[in-house]
Every structure is written in C-alpha cells, then in structure tokens.
C-alpha cells in the first residue's frame, strides 16, 4: 500500500476527510503530517498531498512547504486547490510540483492520478532493479580530483564545492554500501549530529542537479529510504 502524505495548509482536516472518504482515497496509507516536523515526517511518504486555501498569505507558505520537500525527499507533489489561479499554479508547477488539481475534479478522479503516476514509478523501480540484476552496468565510478575540487566521469570533469566535495568522496569511499544521514553529517561537518537530515539532503541535491547538468546519471547517488545514502555499483 502507497504512503500518502497529507498536509491541509489552512483547509478543515473535516473537510479534507470527507473529500478523501469521496474519492476513496482510504485505498492508501493516509497519514496528516505535522508541517512543524517536516523532515522526519516526510520518511516512507510516497507521495504529498497538498489542501492550500489559496488566499494569498498563504502563498509563501506553500512555496517553503515545496521546497522543504523537494529538498528532503523524492515523493511526488500535488497541490489540491479550490479555486483555479493560474499564477499560483504556474509558481508551484516552477518549484517543482508534480500537478495541480481543482477540487473540481472529482475526488476519485484525484485517487486515480495519484494511484497511475505511483504504480507506473513502482514499475519503472521493478524493471531497472531487474536489468541491474541482469546485466553489469558498463558505467563507470566518478574519479576525484582533489585539486580541482571536482570530478571526473565519462570524460566530464564536474567542478564541486568543497562540502560536496567531501560528501561524494565519503559515498565513493564504500560503493553499494549505505551511509547514514547522521554518519554523513558528522564526517563531513565534522559536528555532532542533531536531526540535520536537511543539510545532508541538500548537498546530494545540488550534487545530483550537476550531474545531470553534465548528461551523466543523478542515479550515481541512491537514495535508502529511512537510512541515508550510497553510491550504486
């Protein structure tokens, strides 16, 4: 069963109840999230279900919301919104949610969405986990340049800051093995370790957004859900 996250903004959760009892959206493991709490409530969410009440003070609100969970997660986003508002919509859509939809749209139309966009990612997961397991990936490892900060693959050499610098040498130091987030923070901040999962989210973000910059995989870098992170063999 999916994991779905939801968060109601300033919408009713009696109202937000009865719009996913309509659209059976009960099929998944719905759970409120706490928005003080972010981070470690967005662990094992497969997708976001955002409920705005679109007044404009609220804007800036759901913006930081996305980003938050762009920043700390992989989950699909949704924005469920009352009133159709073509400038918020295109702002959420620049931020990187994965739709808009009015609350219009039917409720189980809204379950069918979620319920398409999930499985077809749960399938693309199952065939690329069986064509590793099949055949050996003739990509090669990064190579680091210490000097230069950076490094090097498929004759691409990618410049990094000093502190993603640091964390993709530890990920590189043990392929296929998971760090944690709290190992990555200590030994690359050197600091002890206080829930700063958001930090050490960030800089695999900017790491991967470079790698895709240069055409080469964001997939170098996995992420184990609940755990932290590895670099794939």
Known sequence: MYNIGIIHGR???????????????????T????????????????AILIFPNNVDSEVAEICQLIMEIKMNSESFIWVVSKIY????????LQLGVDGNISTECSPRELQLIVKNALDRKSTYENQSVSQKDGTKSNESLP?????????VAEGEEVPLTRTEYRLFKLLLSNPGIAFSYEELYRKVWNKPY????????????????????????????????????MISE
Do not use: Q
């Open 143 to 151: 190579e680091l340049n210490e000097k230069n900060l950076s490094f």
């Open 194 to 229: 206080k829930n700063e999962k958001y930090r050490v989210s960030n800089v695999v973000f900017h790491i991967r957004e470079k790698l895709e910059e240069y055409s080469l995989s964001p997939n170098h870098i996995k992420t184990v859900r609940s755990v932290g992170y």
């Open 31 to 46: 759970v409120t999230i706490d928005k003080n709490n972010l981070s470690a409530e967005l662990e094992n969410k497969d």
């Open 11 to 29: 919408v009713s959760e009696e109202e937000i109840g009865m719009y996913i009892e309509e659209g059976n959206l009960n099929c998944f493991n």
């Open 85 to 92: 508002d073509e400038k918020k919509r295109v702002v959420y």
